[in-house]
């Protein structure tokens, strides 16, 4: 499983209709589960972005089906990065010496 974190805000029409987004969060739960993995954490955030999510999926193409069919929806607008666990960074870092 690939872990992505997603740093998100609200557009004009998600802002409009936020005493709906725990059930648009619902439903975003259910997608990634129905592809095939799940969401680890959800934060509503200050700042620059409205939220920070954390989820994984079995690879890129299917994360960009995920994001593709948020914002489609148009209550959001995204960037999403891959992430590495320690592990993984451990071995790049070990491989470069």
Same mark, same amino acid.
């Given at each position: 499983?690939?872990?992505? &974190?997603?740093?998100? $805000?609200?557009?004009?029409?998600? &802002?409009? $209709? ?12 259910? !997608?990634? +589960? ?7 954490? =959800? ?10 999510? +954390?989820?994984? !999926? ?7 089906? =995920? +994001? !593709?069919?948020?914002?489609? !929806? ?9 992430? =590495?666990?320690?592990?993984? =960074?451990?071995?790049? &870092?070990?491989?470069?010496?």
């Amino acid at each position: 499983m690939t872990t992505y &974190i997603m740093l998100g $805000n609200w557009t004009d029409q998600g &802002i409009r $209709n936020a005493g709906d987004a725990a059930k648009r969060l619902d439903a975003a739960k259910k !997608l990634l +589960t129905d592809l095939g993995g799940g969401m680890k954490s =959800f934060h509503l955030t200050m700042g620059e972005y409205d939220f920070v999510v +954390t989820y994984e !999926l079995p690879d890129d193409a299917v994360a960009a089906r =995920f +994001t !593709l069919q948020l914002a489609m !929806l148009g209550n959001v607008r995204s960037r999403t990065m891959k992430a =590495f666990p320690e592990a993984a =960074f451990r071995e790049l &870092i070990s491989s470069l010496r």
